[in-house]
C-alpha cells in the first residue's frame, strides 16, 4: 500500500483560467512542480483528481484534455516528480450534454476519483493527504477516507478564501509550494526517502 498525494488541477496546479483545455492557456501556479518534486523525494505517488465538465459541456473534447494531460506529465516527469495517475470527470449533473448530463460518483464532492485511484495504485487512503482550492475537494477527501486535507488559495495568489466546515481542512495555505514547506505539515509529509 502506497501514501498519495492528491491534487486538484484547477487553481492548485495551474492558474484556472475556466476551463483550459490548451497548452497555450496552461500556466503552472509558481512553485508547484518545485513542491511536487519535493513530495516525490519524500516518498508520495502524487495523482491528480480533477472535474472536467467542460468535456460534457461540449466546450473541449476528451482527446483535448488528454493531449493537455500528456504536456503537463511531461514537465512533472523534467522535475522528477511523476505523476502516478491523472483522473477526470467530465459529467455534470444540469450543465453537461447527452450522457454526460448524469448525477455520478466521480464528481467532486464526491469520491468516485480517489476511490479509482486506490484501487487502481493499491493506496492507503488514511495515511494520504488531498490538497484542493475548493471545499468541495477536501469533501470529496472525507468521504473516501483521506484523514489529511490541505485547502489551498486559488491560483496561489493568497490564503483561502473559502469557509468549509470547520475540522474539514486540517490546514491552510496560500499554495502548494507554502504547505509543502511549512513546519505545519512537516511531521505529515515525513523524511526524504532513499533512492
Not at 444540469?94 to 468516485?112: F, S, V, Y
Amino acid at each position: 500500500m502506497h501514501k498519495a498525494a492528491f491534487l486538484d488541477r484547477d487553481g492548485v496546479i495551474n492558474v484556472d483560467r475556466g476551463y483550459v483545455h490548451r497548452i497555450e492557456d496552461f500556466e503552472f501556479v509558481p512553485g508547484t512542480l518545485q513542491a511536487c518534486r519535493e513530495l516525490a523525494r519524500r516518498g508520495w505517488l502524487l495523482v491528480v483528481a480533477t472535474n472536467q465538465s467542460g468535456i460534457g459541456r461540449g466546450l473541449y473534447t476528451a482527446q483535448d484534455f488528454r493531449t493537455v494531460t500528456d504536456w503537463m506529465r511531461s514537465r512533472f516527469e523534467e522535475y522528477q516528480a511523476p505523476l502516478a495517475g491523472v483522473y477526470y470527470c467530465p459529467h455534470h449533473p444540469t450543465e453537461a450534454l447527452g450522457d454526460n448530463r448524469i448525477q455520478c460518483d466521480c464528481r467532486k464532492p464526491q469520491p468516485g476519483m480517489l476511490l479509482a485511484a486506490a484501487r487502481d495504485l493499491s493506496l492507503d487512503l488514511p495515511q494520504s493527504m488531498l490538497f484542493g482550492d475548493k471545499c468541495e475537494d477536501l469533501l470529496a477527501a472525507q468521504a473516501a477516507g483521506i484523514t489529511h486535507r490541505v485547502l489551498l488559495g486559488k491560483d496561489g495568489r493568497a490564503a483561502p478564501e473559502q469557509d468549509c466546515t470547520p475540522g474539514l481542512a486540517e490546514a491552510r495555505f496560500a499554495c502548494l509550494r507554502e504547505a509543502v514547506a511549512s513546519a505545519q505539515l512537516a511531521p505529515m509529509l515525513g523524511e526524504v526517502v532513499d533512492a
